[in-house]
């Protein structure tokens, strides 16, 4: 989900109305921006790690902000991945008798295992026709095929992120104020 934060006309008119120099002017706006794009992050993952009870460090890796200048408009992203989380990057995964728990989320029929390659990982076997019995060299029958374990977040998480890009416009617009306030009173000396 990408969303970005578009000035439009407004930065124009504070152009005209404000004392300020153009430079004074873009360093605040500036500011503004990257205020805004932190502030954004804070608080979306604040509350989708509370809403997917979920450690913050998970999410920390799925944001990604940009700042750019492109024809004179400075534009701000922020990018936040929807794919499923790996159940293994949630925490230390417990075997159950039932399946695996990892925090407060429990994974029926799930197990952990590590593979050939080293990889360590929550899995669960599909039951599919197809799969096929193969006895492993340890003399262990297994069933295959087994897909990794993951922890869908994209419909909790879409409405959360939307709710704040709404309100990050208002947000702009009172940080921009005192960026402004802070380019007269103390930086104009």
Known sequence: MNLQIDLGEGVAELEGQLELSIRQLQTAVTRTLKKVARWL?????????????VPQRVLAARYYKTFYIKNG????????????????????????????????HHFIGAFIATMKNGHSGVFKRKHEKGGKRSKRADGQWTELPIEEERFPIEDIAQPIIERYHVRAEARFHHILKQEINFAMNVEGK
């Open 73 to 104: 408009k400075r534009t701000v992203n922020v990018w936040f991945g929807l794919a499923p989380i790996s159940v293994a990057a949630l925490g230390k995964p417990k075997q159950t008798d039932v399946g695996v728990r990892v925090g407060k």
């Open 41 to 53: 992050e804070t608080q979306t993952k604040r509350e989708l790690g509370v809403a997917l009870s």
